[in-house]
């Protein structure tokens, strides 16, 4: 009886080792070489990608869908201009300038104009001007003082200027004038003693701003124009601070004057008569 019972207990394992031994096997889950970030665990399904972490290293943040920076704008290299003529490129001014005709004639689209606060003088010859642009978009001119020209700064058929920090001083007919243009932004603005501070005609989209206009006949001038008007100082003009003829004031806030011609629009009152700017030294 013992014998039987050890073989069958012999018979038993041999069995059981020759199921263990010759059993299906489980497929291998392999991971495709195409998944960059691996298989989720125990799948062949790929690992979505980890977020995106922009580096606080970038200034400008990163470039959509990527960690690489957005590059940082460049700006030009200034041309020095030490002499009246042409201006074709972003340049500065070097030097004070003087001439009898239009002294700085800008040729180009897409450049800044800074004279670094340098003194544009003219003698007042009829037809002159310190700086004159014609058929022009998207100019910046910036620190320029200029005075005894017919016109300080002549705006002509041009579009997307800005004129920056300006004064405009003792010129024989307009401090700035600008014709047949639109979208021009004035901005800081000192325009005294012309006969017309500023004088826009046929024009569209004019923001005159923060800007101090004192001590001329008219202090802004409007012909057949739509303007506007924010935080301006506009006093003491001998025949009237803003006279608008055939023309809108599309907006107006915080302005500063007493003469009103042909406008609708408020100003606070002049309460006292703004100290005339220094005249520039040649």
Known sequence: MRKELIALLLLVVVVAAFWFFTRPKEEQVICSAVC????????????????LVCPSTCKLGCIPETTQCKPEPVEPRAAKIAECGGVSETAELSFNLRSDETCLLIQNDNIVLDCKNNLITGNGKPGSSGIYLKGRNNVTIRNCIIQSYESGIIIDSSS?????????????KDGILVKLSKYILIDGLVSSR??????????????????????????????????????????????????CDDSSIEKSDGNTCDLLSECELECSPCSETPTPPERPNP
Not at 36 to 51: L, S
Not at 160 to 170: C, P
Request: with cysteine; net charge negative.
């Open 36 to 51: 960059k970030y691996g298989c989720i665990t125990g799948t062949a399904q790929c690992r979505e990608p980890p977020p």
């Open 160 to 172: 997307n200027v800005s004129l920056v920090d300006i004064k405009v001083i003792d010129n024989e």
């Open 194 to 243: 012309n006969i017309n501070g500023v004088t826009v005609t046929s024009s569209e989209n004019v923001t005159l701003s923060g800007s101090d206009v004192p001590q001329n006949r008219f202090g802004v001038l409007a012909e057949s124009s739509k303007i506007t008007l924010s935080n301006n100082h506009i006093c003491s003009s001998t025949n009237a601070d803003i006279k």
